[in-house]
């Protein structure tokens, strides 16, 4: 760690901490928790123990090498469904309603050729869409793979 850095969490990493509290109290053992804690960022993954039912990663980087404020990044689906968020009271309250979202089923990912697409359906229905390739750079999409991929309707955790 650098000098004259702190590493006390802030209100937003307080907040996640509260955030995670309530999940553990509301889901019990329908989820397996797992908290990675490392030098300037925590990861929470939630697996949910329900097969069909998708799990969801989040990460507070709060402590960046370069001194700047940080950020928030929330991951679920098998390659798209990657969001990536500053560090703000908007941008906390916009993962705390992706992960609940998922947590409650409201996800669809469509599956393509080395990609797929997840739509979350936010709490005020609203529609939070990621796209994620595992293709190599440069690599076109298959035309229509959106319209006749596998699509899957994630359920809830209970």
Do not use: N
Not at 37 to 43: A, E, K, V
Not at 100 to 108: H, I, T
């Amino acid at each position: 760690m650098t000098e004259g850095r702190s590493r006390l969490p802030d209100s937003i990493s307080t907040r996640l901490a509260v955030f995670l509290d309530e999940l553990r109290g509301e889901l019990g053992d329908a989820v397996s928790i797992e908290v990675e804690d490392r030098d300037g960022w925590r990861g929470v993954d939630l697996s949910p123990k329900r097969e069909d039912a998708l799990g969801v990663y989040w990460t507070d980087f709060y402590l960046l090498g370069d001194g700047s404020p940080g950020a928030l990044q929330v991951e679920a689906g098998h390659q798209g469904g990657r969001w990536e968020f500053g560090r703000d009271e908007d941008d906390l309250l916009l993962l705390i309603d992706l992960v609940r979202s998922v947590v409650a089923g409201r996800v669809v990912e469509v599956f393509g050729p080395a990609r797929s697409r997840v739509e979350v359906t936010l709490s005020d229905g609203t529609k939070q869409v990621e796209i994620g390739a595992l293709a190599p750079v440069g690599c076109l999409p298959v035309p229509g793979w959106m319209r006749l991929g596998r699509r899957v309707h994630y359920a809830p955790y209970r």
